[in-house]
């Protein structure tokens, strides 16, 4: 022995001691280290000063691109250890660490590892010298040298590992040291920069024991490198820099909930899928998603779920959920979103009469199933709940019976308190807790059940009359609260008072079914007042009636005036009313023929033609017209001989019609087929003569119109001629007897002439 230090020698194959009896553990332990060492390091027997030694390895140089940075450290005064980094030439390498001091003191270790862990003793008094050679047979050999004193190579490493946690813009930062290191390193400091940064910050942050350090004022937004090191003491007089770990940004918003949505699973009772879809705003920020859900009621466990996408498929009973769903990374978490899962109310498989419920006292109860559930299940779970208050839960196992009791219950039941209970089933038959919550049980029904009921405490509210009648009127009112009817509502008690004359009274009872909320009462009495009272009821009794209200009945009398003033106001209407309708209607149903007395085409006669007229009616009497009377009979068998517009002196036109421009209508109109019929030629001959005698430029009876019938004729001769003339067929006859007949076919119609003074009591009439 020399100093305190040992000497391992590999030059006879085995470890040789020596020292003293004190030092027999330390042999142990050195064994212990041949040992492990025998399978992955050799030693070789070397002399340090041969001069084989020297020319194997003389050939190998120092290279930047080879092995580098060799460092030997020690963890304690009996252990030592050296690491290396490779070059980048091969991917397969070998090395070669060779170890002396200045006495007979060399070991040669061969290894594909990149450090050498265990089994290096050295003379602390000595000062050492490490050379590390990279695949020595090639000739591509690099080296790395390292040389110092041992007693100053003792030193505390950094943390094997470290992590992080960002929140509020601080950072919590935990190392974990070696086993051989925890009890030396009593503090640590960290320092930081921004990423990208060339400066690390300053003063170096120390933490306040060996486990955790917090650092404060940072930016949430930024990313930050950082280093840590042990504070120096006796036991760790060297205490190197970490590796740089990279945090990543803090996660400050929360997920954004889009959807959810509760579908039935095809062929399966008693389960839901719940399918969730959210989505997080910085979506480069963060690695992926936990998802936590546990059952309303505190039933453990709570599940914790990761997914890298933002949805999630979870199959659960119908009971209530809670569910948080985080962002998170290596460093922080985000803001949880919360979503309630509720129950399903409307379920079909929870009919009543699956579920019964009798109450033993405030803490015990029994639920029975009507099916016998124990052939496929053994476990069961139980909820029971109050509106508004949070679940209760008890699970059990039960092989027998269809029933069972649930006693020593966490909280009392409430007297007066409706319960909503639900019975599940659990598949697992080793325990009956639940594994986890996603896919663990099966809702067989639920039902509903008071620990003591109680009559209602209060009574319907809004009660309301309307419709009032002669011997009815209808009822309205609002359903009692739940809270007040303190059991199981079978229906309502309607109070109906007659108050008659003199003032006695009469009172009627009526029971509705608990759902109705309206009512018709009947059978009253016309011009009677009436009270209304309405009250709820349980199996514990009636209760509170509500305020009256009070109502009187329709007299007889007045109904009847009520009904003739309708009637009458009906008529009214009708009359006012209806005769534009009616025409309207027949305008639109049945159109008229149209008359051509209103057509717009119509020009009625005016005052100077009035005038023009008569005067010519008086130069017709006094020169041409010597016969009492015109008489114009139809017949049929006389073939006309001539147009019939050539009969009439009015509606002849002149010889030379360029000049009679003034002529620019026709007194009588008739249809287009009726102008080639003809007059006989005897009485042609006799009549047109005298006809053409009148001037048609100088007659009182043009108009300045194109359309013009015999009403207008009629209105242009004077009303005072008395005479009446007529047309006989015999043309040489006295004047009072002459007779005038032609033949009339398809005249639209011809009006009677007028008497006129002018033609002293003479009359033109028409014989159709």
């Known amino acids: 022995m020399v100093g305190s230090g040992f000497l391992l020698d590999f030059l006879d194959s085995k470890c040789t001691s020596y020292g003293i009896k004190s030092y027999v553990f330390l042999l142990g332990v050195i064994l212990v280290y041949c040992t492990a060492l025998s399978s992955h390091v050799q030693a070789s027997k070397v002399p340090c000063k041969s001069k084989n030694f020297s020319s194997k390895y003389q050939h190998c140089g120092i290279n930047p691109a080879g092995v580098h940075d060799l460092d030997c450290f020690g963890k304690h005064p009996t252990s030592y250890r050296c690491a290396w980094k ?25 290894t594909s590892q990149t450090n050498i862990t265990k089994g290096i003793l050295l003379y602390e008094k000595y000062n050492m010298t490490a050379e590390v050679f990279e695949n020595s047979a090639s000739t591509n050999c690099t080296k790395s040298v390292f040389r110092g004193s041992p007693m100053s190579l003792f030193r505390c490493g950094p943390p094997h590992n470290a992590s992080f946690s960002r929140h509020s813009g601080k950072l919590d930062v935990s190392g974990n040291w070696q086993n051989e290191d925890i009890k030396d390193v009593q503090y640590y400091s960290v320092r930081y920069k921004a990423l990208g940064s060339l400066s690390w910050s300053k003063p170096l942050m120390q933490s306040k024991n060996g486990k955790k350090c917090t650092v404060e004022n940072l930016n949430s937004s930024l990313v930050y490198s950082m280093q840590i090191q042990c504070v120096t003491n006796d036991r760790c007089p060297q205490c190197p820099w970490s590796e740089s770990y990279t945090v990543p940004a803090e996660l400050t918003t929360q997920p954004v909930m889009v959807n959810m949505k509760d579908t039935d699973i095809a062929k399966t009772k008693g389960r839901r899928l719940i399918s969730l879809t959210w989505k997080f ?27 890298t996408e933002p949805e999630i498929r979870l199959v659960l009973s119908y009971s209530e959920y809670h569910l948080n769903i985080s962002a998170v990374n290596n460093a922080s978490t985000s803001p949880a979103v919360s979503q309630t899962i509720p129950q399903r109310e409307d379920i079909a498989s929870t009919g009543a009469g699956k579920l019964n419920v009798t109450v033993d006292n405030n803490t015990s109860f029994t639920i029975h199933w009507k099916e016998d559930l124990i052939k496929n299940y053994v476990c069961y779970s139980v909820e029971w709940m109050e509106r508004g208050h949070k679940a209760g839960s008890m699970s059990f196992y039960e092989d027998e019976y269809n029933h069972r009791t649930l006693t020593s219950l966490p909280e009392p039941l409430e007297p007066y308190k409706r319960y909503s209970i639900t019975l599940h089933t659990r598949p697992d038959k080793d325990t009956c807790n639940m594994k986890k919550v996603n896919n663990s049980e099966s809702t067989y029904g639920r039902t509903h059940f008071y620990s003591i009921e109680g009559s209602p405490l209060s009574a319907p509210t809004n009660l309301s009359f309307y419709n009032v009648s002669l011997n009815s009127v209808e009822l309205q009112w609002l359903s009692i609260p739940e809270d007040d009817i303190r059991g199981f509502l079978l229906g309502y008690i309607i109070y109906c008072t007659e108050y008659q004359h003199g003032g006695a ?56 005036l009520i009904g003739v003033i309708t009637i009458f106001a009906v008529i009214g209407i009708v009359l006012i009313f209806g005769s534009p309708v009616i025409k309207r209607a027949k305008v639109i149903l049945w159109p008229s023929i149209p008359n051509p007395g209103k057509s717009n085409a119509m020009q009625k006669i005016e005052e100077p033609c009035e005038l023009e007229l008569l005067g010519s009616i008086n130069h017709l009497e006094e020169e041409e017209w010597d016969t009492n009377s015109l008489k114009i009979v139809e017949k049929q068998e006389v073939i006309p001989a001539s147009p019939l517009s050539s009969m009439l002196p009015l509606l002849h036109t002149s010889d030379d019609e360029e000049d009679s421009t003034e002529m620019t209508c026709n007194w009588i109109q008739g249809d287009t ?48 001629m008395p005479a009446r003339t007529s047309f006989s067929q015999d043309t040489e006859s006295d004047p009072e007897d002459t007779e005038w007949t032609v033949v009339e076919s398809g005249l639209d119609y011809m009006s009677q002439f007028s008497t006129s003074p002018i033609l002293d009591g003479k009359e033109i009439s028409r014989i159709l």
């Open 505 to 560: 009274t009469t009172e009627r009872n009526i029971k509705m079914d608990p759902m109705s909320n309206s009512y018709e009462l009947r059978d009253l009495k016309d011009s009677t007042a009436y009270g209304v009272k309405i009250s709820g009821f349980t199996e514990a009794g009636v209760g509170v009636r509500s305020t009256p209200i009070f109502f009187t009945t329709k007299y007889q009398e007045l109904s009847q």
């Open 673 to 720: 087929g009726d102008s080639t019929e003809e007059i006989p030629s005897d009485i042609a001959g006799k009549i047109i003569p005298d006809i053409n005698r009148i001037d048609p430029q100088s007659s009182p009876f043009t108009f300045p119109c194109d359309y013009t019938t015999i009403e207008m004729f009629q209105q242009g001769i004077p009303q005072s």
């Open 281 to 307: 705003p910085a979506k480069e920020l963060h690695d992926s998603y936990h998802v936590i859900i546990g059952k309303a009621s505190g039933e453990a466990p709570r599940q914790r779920m990761i997914t």
């Open 86 to 110: 490779p070059g980048n030439s091969a991917s397969e390498n070998t090395y070669t660490l060779i170890i002396t001091q200045p006495i007979r003191h060399c070991k040669v270790y061969n």
